[in-house]
């Protein structure tokens, strides 16, 4: 079946400029995680969405970054006023079930690398 | 609160020997613990998990993890290396709860032809 999957691939922008980056999560996942990765480094958690549950926004490291998801389905994830500091790797993951019991693995995306000029 | 540590950022073998890649854990109660594995220019790709049961965990391409309770480790394992082992290995960890995964720092393997 479909994993999950990310657009744009790629996103070159220049300082200053908004950015929105897509997230399809797997049908029927109701956990979707955000994440960054800058070059050759860790993960970066950035926001936590749980079914209708009020997302955990503790990993945005500014409020020039937001997210948005509607039910279980798709998020977007909006830069705005970019920086140089913002190019990195978004990675998107997505998981069968959240915040509970359980031990469901999350299942990544191929990521948006977003360059800021 | 939950922690991951991976305490070498890189390790190198030469194809055909055994490799680990340690990982140790922080965690309140008893603890999901979590492999991937990114290959240049792709997303993680999960390889096995322990949640219960046996404390030797088999995953995908012969991979293995050993959970050592006494010691909050979840080390990965292969007999045999292969040069398509070669990537960036994460271990991760969730609580019982099904707080928020938290990642290690990640560990590069090379794995010498």
């Known amino acids: 079946g479909a994993g999950v999957s990310q657009s744009p691939s790629n996103k070159v922008t220049e300082k200053g400029k908004d950015v929105e980056l897509r997230c399809d999560p797997i049908s029927g996942h109701t956990a979707l995680y955000w994440y960054r990765q800058r070059l050759g480094q860790g993960l970066e958690f950035l926001i936590y969405?749980?079914?209708?549950?009020?997302?955990?926004k503790s990993g945005l490291p500014s409020d020039r970054f937001s997210a948005e998801r509607t039910g279980e389905s798709v998020s977007t994830l909006t830069i705005q006023r970019t920086q140089q500091e913002d190019s990195a790797v978004y990675l998107c993951?997505?998981?069968?079930?959240?915040?509970?019991?359980?031990?469901?693995?999350?299942?990544f995306g191929p990521g948006t690398r977003l360059t800021v000029t | 609160a939950q922690s991951v540590a991976q305490p070498e950022d890189q390790v190198n073998v030469a194809e055909g020997n055994p490799l680990t890649v340690k990982c140790t854990y922080s965690v309140s109660g008893n603890p999901y613990l979590f492999w991937y594995v990114q290959y240049p220019n792709r997303g993680l790709q999960f390889l096995l998990k322990?949640?219960?049961?046996?404390?030797l965990v088999k995953g995908s391409y012969g991979f293995e993890a050993e959970f050592n309770k006494s010691q909050t480790s979840f080390h990965l394992k292969k007999p045999s290396a292969l040069v398509s082992d070669s990537a960036l290995y994460f271990c991760?960890?969730?609580?019982?709860?099904?707080?928020?995964?938290?990642f290690g720092p990640g560990t590069r393997l090379s794995v010498l032809p």
């Open positions: 322990y949640i219960t049961g046996d404390n």
């Open positions: 993951a997505s998981s069968p079930r959240g915040r509970g019991t359980s031990g469901y693995e999350q299942y």
């Open positions: 991760a960890v969730r609580d019982l709860y099904g707080q928020n995964f938290v």
């Open positions: 969405f749980q079914g209708n549950s009020a997302p955990d």
